[in-house]
């Protein structure tokens, strides 16, 4: 199995976990859109704990469970969390941004 790398990076106060790997994930829809978010969700604006991480991961190299625009919901110290798993169409590699096409997960809390 190839190296895994994850990366973990703040825009606007959302947390967003990436898996850049050779793995093959699930085909990339016809539109680089997202769905529009459900009311519900906000930015997350807690911190990051490293169980949430792995939580993220899990779900990114799952991608035949949690195909694009799935959004799976668990309790964090009293707080309910939700990963959508989106596109994600840069990550940062060694400090640089990198332009491509990431399956991503993105943290949200929900209102």
């Given at each position: 199995?190839?190296?895994?790398v ?6 606007a ?21 997202d ?57 940062m ?5 990198v ?13």
């Amino acid at each position: 199995m190839p190296p895994i790398v994850i990366i973990i990076a703040s825009l606007a106060g959302l947390f967003t976990i990436l898996l850049a790997s050779r793995v093959k994930a699930a085909p990339m829809p016809p539109s680089d859109k997202d769905a529009p978010l459900p009311p519900n969700l906000r930015p997350l604006a807690i911190p990051v704990t490293s169980a949430m991480q792995q939580w993220a991961k899990s779900i990114v190299a799952a991608p035949d469970k949690y195909p694009y625009g799935a959004i799976a919901l668990k309790s964090f110290s009293g707080s309910t969390i939700a990963a959508r798993v989106e596109h994600h169409l840069w990550t940062m590699k060694d400090g640089v941004k990198v332009a491509g096409h990431y399956r991503g997960v993105t943290l949200y809390s929900v209102a």
